[in-house]
């Protein structure tokens, strides 16, 4: 699978969700420096994805053996672009915590915190790891009120979508075209609606849809995605149509979202 993986990549190099796969199945298979020069390749084609800095620092960290230096550093990339990005908290705590800095290390365990319901398991793994550290840093240990989980909301946002008239031509009746939703933070959609070429512009609604977090807290602000599919599915490919929003609430209305672009 990974050899076929790499030689579609040949002929798709900015396939930025088919370099993701093939990094991350290097990381499965172990073999660290491939996933390590796949993640720096990736971060050339997607530089404003968290994703790829915060999963490259996890590699790096377990080539060096810790998360102190080269992985701490790509870290701050990841947390300058999604300040609440789970996985990069995760590990810059555990840089912080191996520096010995056990207040910082608190500091970020308890960002993650606050957005898990507190009766779940990993929540209290969670402040386990947040009062250990609270201690060693001369701190009380953390009330179980103070970190409460961001309240769950749902997403009803809605806007209108459009082409831009540069675009127009290259749009075809029967194209699909998929508007998706995800965490400013990045990560997978949280929700996504098709729609056909013909049927554009239009109206767009994310309320009723199906979501596909499962039981995962609703972050506070998403970013709409829209994407026509030349191939007729989900996945990215070269000559695909795009658009991105800024980061909105999950109750914004008047969403306007445009394809302005063609993925190369």
Known sequence: ????????????????????????SYLVLED????????????????????VYADWADVVAAIKGTVVGEAEELL?????IAP?????????????????????AAAHWEKILARIPPGEDVARGIRASINDARAKAGMAP??????????????????RLEVDPA??????????VFVFARSEAGGPPLAALRFKGSELPRD?????????MGDALMPERVIVGARVSKGGDATARSGDLEGLSGPVATDA???????????E
Not at 32 to 51: C, F, G, Q, V, W
Not at 76 to 80: D, N
Not at 90 to 95: C, E, F, K, P
């Open 32 to 51: 660290y420096p491939k996933a390590a020069a796949t993640y720096e390749k990736l971060s050339k084609i997607a530089p404003e994805e968290p994703d």
């Open 253 to 263: 209305s008047g969403v306007s979202l445009r394809i302005d672009r063609v993925r």
């Open 204 to 212: 767009f609604s994310f309320d009723g849809a199906s979501l596909m």
């Open 1 to 24: 699978m990974v050899g076929k993986l790499e030689s579609r990549l040949e002929q798709e190099p900015d396939n930025v969700e088919g370099w993701m796969m093939l990094a991350r």
């Open 167 to 176: 675009l127009a031509e290259r749009l075809s009746p029967d194209d699909a």
């Open 142 to 159: 953390l009330d179980e009120a103070v970190a409460t989980p961001a309240a769950t909301a749902t997403l009803k946002l809605s806007g």
């Open 76 to 80: 701050q990339k990841a947390l300058a």
């Open 84 to 104: 609440e990005h789970p996985k990069a908290l995760a590990l810059a705590g555990t840089a912080a915590y191996q520096r010995e800095d056990y207040a910082a």
